[in-house]
């Protein structure tokens, strides 16, 4: 299985250009986050899908936007990218009681 | 103040050595907690979960102390492979987990 995948691996965007990071997940998972690690600040939670049709913000949802596609797939969108956007992006999903299943992350520079 | 906090370390410790990692929370509403191991550049993977009445899994062991709202993580007999960044976790209520920033471990031959 391939678990949760995320594309691109790596992107460089200029200030105010657009970009949607997708994310997908094999194991039929209810529950899907986006999360962004920057240093110093651990991972935080941007915004989450509780199920197939729903989507809530996070701690830091600000110049973000989701759509959970299906079941699979959960995609986040800049619609106008900015410096302090640059960060490490990480898709995971969870199931349950199980624990999360992070994606390899997206590596986003912002200039 | 975060709502789970770590010593961002680095600890660095020999081969062989014991090492140990705390971590506070500060919601006392915390469900369950849960110890990540991040290696350099890649994602967070689940090392282990943590009970009340504390739990191991060959050498390491965690530990949950709720009047106190702290957890521990013990290593036993380091490898020069645990060298990486450990996540402590806390789970809330609807499945949120919030991440502390991490504690880096250094283990020289």
């Known amino acids: 299985n391939a678990g949760v995948t995320q594309t691109p691996k790596f992107q460089v965007l200029k200030t105010g250009q657009s970009m949607t990071l997708q994310c997908a997940q094999d194991m039929n998972h209810n529950s899907m986050y986006w999360y962004r690690q920057d240093p110093g600040m651990g991972l935080r939670l941007i915004y989450y899908?509780?199920?197939?049709?729903?989507?809530d913000k996070g701690e830091v949802p600000n110049g973000y936007n989701v759509s959970r596609l299906n079941k699979r797939e959960f995609s986040l969108r800049l619609e106008s990218a900015a410096p302090s956007q640059t960060s490490v992006y990480f898709c995971?999903?969870?199931?349950?009681?199980?624990?999360?299943?992070f994606g390899s992350g997206t590596r986003l520079t912002v200039v | 103040r975060k709502e789970v906090e770590q010593d961002p370390g680095p600890f660095n410790v020999p081969e062989g050595a014991t090492v140990a990692f705390n971590c506070t929370y500060s919601?006392?509403?915390?469900?369950?907690f849960f110890w990540y191991r991040q290696d350099c550049r890649k994602e967070p993977k689940l090392l282990m979960s943590?009970?009340?009445s504390g739990n191991e899994d060959g050498r390491f062991t965690a530990q949950l102390n709720r009047a106190s709202q702290y957890i521990s993580l013990l290593i036993r007999d380091s490898k020069l492979s645990d060298s990486a960044t450990y996540l402590c976790v806390a789970r809330y209520a609807g499945n949120m987990l919030t991440f502390g920033g991490g504690t880096r471990l250094m283990v020289k031959p």
């Open positions: 899908s509780a199920s197939e049709g729903t989507t």
């Open positions: 943590v009970y009340s």
């Open positions: 995971a999903s969870r199931h349950h009681r199980d624990g999360y299943t």
């Open positions: 919601n006392s509403a915390s469900q369950s």
